[in-house]
């Protein structure tokens, strides 16, 4: 029969060894719940980060988004592996003019999110037709408008590039689609009924 002393000794042991694989028990829970940030992946990452680092590549190359430099430029210097960075760089190759190239990123990102990659297309082309040259705008426009089917800008600025080109029926489409999503009496609704026969009302 055992004494008071050693069964209060062996009633403290098992406390003791009880508490201490409780404690990393739950140690190993706490550690697999937190993955230390700089082993998350570039996606994981938080959005602010991910875009700042895809818009400041895309400040970086933007002078090389011409026809004659940009595949070079692009796989020496490559976009980030982001849906952000895919975006930056289908602008590019859409301001140098190399449209597949810019179809291509934009397939590869998820279906939800291509109509955000004609938007940023679209800001990186708007001032090239509002400066008054749509012919050389336009095919960046219909990728727009093929991605964003309701984009009214891209509309009007695709449909004044086909007129200019004297694609009559490609313009029509185009046109007639904008003033379908664009309500605003002003001067660019009359300029697509003037360039649609219609004058200005």
């Known amino acids: 029969m055992r004494t008071r002393p050693e069964s209060f000794l062996i009633t403290a042991l098992v406390a003791f060894a009880l508490t201490g694989v409780a404690a990393f028990l739950y140690g190993d829970v706490r550690l697999g719940a937190h993955d230390p940030v700089g082993e998350l992946s570039a996606d994981e990452q938080p959005a602010s ?13 933007r002078p090389y988004c011409n026809p004659v430099e940009v595949e070079t430029r692009l796989a020496w210097n490559e976009p980030p592996e982001t849906d952000r960075g895919t975006m930056n760089a289908a602008a590019c190759y859409a ?3 190399k449209i597949g190239l810019a179809r291509q990123a934009i397939e590869r990102l998820p279906q939800g999110r291509r109509h955000e990659a004609a938007g940023i297309v679209f800001a990186a082309g708007h001032a090239v037709a509002d400066a008054g040259d749509n012919l050389a705008a336009g095919p960046l426009m219909e990728l727009v408008v093929e ?3 309701n984009h009214y800008m891209a509309l ?6 086909a007129w200019e080109r004297g694609d009559r029926a490609t313009a029509e489409d185009y046109l007639t689609r904008f003033l379908e999503e664009y309500g605003a009496q002003d001067d660019w609704r009359a300029n697509a009924l003037s360039m649609l026969g219609r004058g200005g009302g």
């Open 49 to 61: 980060r991910t875009v700042d680092e895809a818009d400041a590549w895309f400040a970086a190359v």
């Open 95 to 97: 301001l140098a003019g």
């Open 147 to 149: 991605y964003w089917p």
């Open 156 to 161: 009007y600025h695709a449909g004044t590039a």
